[in-house]
């Protein structure tokens, strides 16, 4: 397969970074070793039902989703990036064809996810190649999804599940999806879609965060008052912790808010998120985070590539508008660590995922130190913006 050298180029210069010694990675055969990968993606069997999610390394085993689990849109997203990497049109048939088992989800209003989903997924493909179907999937994904918001709140709700335990509950992973409402405006011209996610990002603003600017996981309303009832955490260490993924979360999501409105205030708390973030006393020298900085058990306690993946590609966005080469630098660690043998999957593994030592769900004991789709497509993003740099 030919690959765009440029590409090779880019992870090659971040290895030359001012890093510590110990971390930075071999660019021996990188090209051949990442090549590899990128065929197990393309050749993984396509099924509507079996959308790969993660794997266990040891045993080779694959788990497969369905169009309607929320990280179903990432594969194909992987695909289309790889396109963009590479100029390969064979990524960009195979993404086409994953797509297809996606575009029933646009009916599906019982999810915030819609942005994960329909956006990772069309929207990559509606920026690589201008598909008015695509276009029309995008569109009609916001217009269900705006049904999940509350005029009282002024949030859209993130779950239906555990109603004995939360009346209305937001978690800081639906800033994420504010980025479909932004663009079905843009693609249509109907400003409701644009005005939910700004006030969905205020509302957010105002009650995620605690005064060291870290972020709580879920905050949950109360559908009478439209006040706080209780602030807390699903897949954190407890309700005070920071759970690592979460706060990357908000500084990516605020960072795209800025992008779309230019509000300053919400550049602002990009910023003062991940300053905590990078500059945390239990963040490890190679910056890939622990996946949650109050863990107990660090040292002992499992990284989580993915919260790096997604910290660094919304870093490179963040320095764009900040040139603050603090963010810069970061990402660009995180980026040559990614790309070195402590975490790109071995060449004998055949599963269609890059990245190893993602975390998922640790209250669970699930996904924990393993292959996760999401890493591998936010590590695509943050070369592609590193690239754009």
Request: charged share 25%; aromatic share 14%.
């Amino acid at each position: 397969m030919k690959m765009c050298a440029s590409f090779f180029i880019l992870l090659i210069s971040v290895f030359s970074l001012n890093c510590h010694s110990q971390f930075q990675p071999q660019s021996n055969n990188i090209e051949k070793k990442i090549q590899a990968k990128f065929i197990n993606l393309l050749e993984f069997p396509i099924d509507s039902s079996a959308i790969p999610r993660t794997m266990n390394v040891s045993s080779g085993d694959v788990k497969k989703v369905a169009s309607k689990d929320w990280t179903s849109g990432f594969f194909s997203g992987n695909l289309w990036q790889i396109y963009q990497l590479t100029g390969d049109v064979r990524f960009k048939e195979r993404a086409a064809l994953w797509n297809a088992f996606i575009e029933k989800e646009k009916f599906n209003g019982k999810t915030h996810d819609m942005g994960f989903k329909v956006y990772c997924s069309f929207g990559n493909g509606l920026r690589l190649e201008k598909n008015e179907k695509y276009k029309a999937i995008i569109i009609k994904s916001a217009q269900t999804l705006i049904t999940r918001f509350n005029l009282k709140i002024g949030a859209i709700r993130s779950w239906d599940h555990n109603k004995e335990s939360w009346d209305f509950p937001v978690i800081i992973d639906n800033m994420l999806n504010l980025e479909l409402l932004f663009e079905a405006t843009k693609l249509s011209g109907d400003p409701k879609f644009r005005d939910i996610a700004i006030q969905h990002a205020k509302t957010t603003l105002k009650n995620h965060f605690r005064k060291d600017n870290s972020c709580f996981h879920v905050v949950d309303y109360d559908t009478l008052t439209g006040g706080v009832r209780k602030r807390g955490t699903h897949q954190g260490f407890n309700d005070q912790s920071s759970w690592a993924r979460g706060q990357s979360w908000a500084v990516y999501g605020f960072t795209m808010t800025y992008r779309y409105t230019k509000n300053k205030e919400f550049l602002r708390q990009a910023e003062a998120t991940a300053k905590y973030y990078i500059n945390n006393k239990n963040m490890p020298i190679d910056g890939i985070s622990y996946w949650d900085f109050n863990d107990t058990a660090i040292p002992n306690s499992p990284r989580d590539a993915s919260s790096a993946a997604v910290m660094a590609s919304a870093l490179f966005e963040l320095y764009s508008f900040t040139k603050n080469k603090e963010y810069l630098n970061y990402a660009n660690k995180v980026v040559a660590t990614l790309s070195s043998d402590k975490y790109l999957l071995n060449e004998s593994v055949k599963g269609p995922f890059l990245l190893d030592h993602s975390t998922g769900n640790w209250p669970k004991k699930d996904e924990i130190d393993q292959p996760i789709v999401y890493a591998d497509y936010y590590f695509l993003e943050a070369i592609i913006r590193k690239q754009a740099l």
